[in-house]
């Protein structure tokens, strides 16, 4: 049994001893530096190089629209622009509308205007912003978001102007003259808060149309709220007869080669405390040349929320070629105070219409020795501020030469105004103005 027991002990160690490897058949050694030895140095890892999140390519041009900044892949790009106008005008600068308002007396310069502008697209080259402060008059005049995925239907959501008439959309520095005409104060639906959706169909057809429909506050850019439960309503519709649309933006100083001819009619409406706007902290106003009342700062009395009702529409014709430009407006516009008390400084209800036009040319096409920057161009314009009541027409008749240093970037005008008033007395009241204007953006 003893035998046997250490046969099977040996038999185990054996196989054991079969198992393990070499190595482990003797210690091993260990080698132990000395002080004096010197160790090496343990190798260092190089640094691992920061993440990077993507390039940003950055490309900057100069143009049109001035300092121009974008990403290169068309998804962000931002243009900034500065626009200053200065202005001489004598006796007066403001469009006369009484008889008192003719007697000014006085040289003035001014910065009339003072601007910077903030445009570009975010995330899509369709998706579009509009931002636009006045250092001289301070306020914020434009600032909206434009959806253009398609060219027949776009959005446009924000702070900006009702897409009405050439005359009030296209820019103060666009003009053919030194400012707009006695039209505009009366008939103008200027900046207001809301949403536009607009568009061209059917483009080079004979039903090549473009339109424009709003809904809006209707209280102008100075008033954050609403008066009452009423909105704006505005529409356009322009028929692109011959060629495409034309631009906002007045002369033809590009001398454009192939003609284009224009024809839109709009409409508006609105229930609200005012009779007329204007682009400024107090955008909500009073007639120009009435005793309507107005909500502003000392306005004795106050108009009441929602008594106004304005209707109005005008018709327009625009055309361009080869340094010609035309244009005609024509306007109605109907006020009725809604108010239960009877009014006795102003009517019940009053209709009002009127109109310009306007033609320049660049005489260069013409006579090659004229210099090709200078422009010659003459605008009509008239009032009838009241059609029921006689004897208080406004008339105006305006002579100008514009030198287009760089297209309206660049532009020096001298102006020459002769205004006339009807008397309710009788007779007429005249008087000249003269303005010269730098305006200059970059």
């Known amino acids: ?7 099977t002990i040996i038999s185990l160690l054996t196989a054991i001893h079969a198992q393990q490897p070499a190595e482990l058949a003797k210690p091993a050694e260990v080698s132990v530096p000395s002080a004096k030895t010197e160790q090496a140095p343990a190798a260092v890892a190089p640094a691992a190089e920061p993440k990077k999140s993507g390039n940003l390519p950055v490309g900057v041009s100069y143009g049109s629209k001035g300092l121009t900044f974008d990403t290169g ?9 500065h626009r200053l106008q200065f202005r001489y005008s004598y006796p007066f600068d403001v469009d006369p509308r009484s008889i008192n308002d003719l007697n000014g007396e006085g040289h003035s310069f001014m910065v009339r205007r003072a601007r ?5 697209n975010a995330f899509k080259p369709w998706l579009k912003y509009n931002f636009q402060y006045d250092w001289s008059q301070p306020i914020l005049r434009d600032f909206w978001i434009s959806v253009e995925r398609f060219s027949w239907l776009q959005l446009r959501i924000g702070r900006g102007k009702v897409i009405y ?24 639906v200027d900046r207001q808060q809301g949403v536009q959706v607009l568009g061209r169909v059917l483009p080079n057809t004979p039903a090549d149309f473009s339109y424009v429909v709003g809904v809006f506050a209707g209280r102008g850019v100075g008033e954050r709220l609403n008066d009452d439960t009423n909105l704006m309503y505005a529409a356009r519709l322009q028929w692109n007869t011959v060629g495409d649309p034309i631009d906002f933006s007045q002369s033809d100083y590009k001398s454009t080669q192939k003609w284009q001819l224009n024809i839109a009619a709009g ?22 040349g009435t005793n309507y009342p107005q909500l502003a700062a000392g306005a004795a009395p106050g108009s009441a929320a929602g008594q106004f009702q304005l209707d109005q529409g005008v018709f327009e014709i625009r055309s361009v070629y080869k340094g010609l430009y035309f244009k005609t407006e024509a306007h109605i516009k109907r006020v009725i105070d ?13 209709q009002m219409w009127g109109g310009l036009v ?52 660049n532009k020096i005008s001298f102006e020459v105004t002769h205004h006339v008033l009807q008397n309710p007395a009788g007779g007429y009241a005249t008087e000249q103005r003269y303005r010269s204007q730098w305006e200059f953006s970059f």
């Open 116 to 120: 910077f502008k903030l445009s570009g």
């Open 358 to 409: 306007q033609l320049g040319y660049f005489p260069n096409n013409a006579i090659d020795f004229i210099p090709a920057e200078l422009e010659v161009a003459g605008r009509m314009a008239f009032v009838d501020p009241n059609i029921n009541v006689a004897g208080n027409d406004q008339y105006e008749y305006t002579g100008i030469l514009n030198w287009f240093a760089n297209g309206h970037s």
């Open 338 to 350: 809604q108010s239960l008390v009877t009014p006795t400084l102003w009517p019940r209800e009053a």
């Open 73 to 81: 892949d068309g998804k962000f790009s931002a243009s900034m622009q």
């Open 267 to 288: 409409a508006a409406t609105n229930k609200s405390n005012c009779t007329a706007f204007e682009t400024d902290a107090t955008s909500c106003r009073r007639l120009p």
């Open 1 to 7: 049994m003893k035998a046997v027991v250490s046969l």
């Open 165 to 188: 008439n050439d005359e009030r959309v296209s820019s103060s520095g666009a003009q053919q003259f030194v400012n707009r005409s006695i039209v505009n104060d009366v008939f103008t």
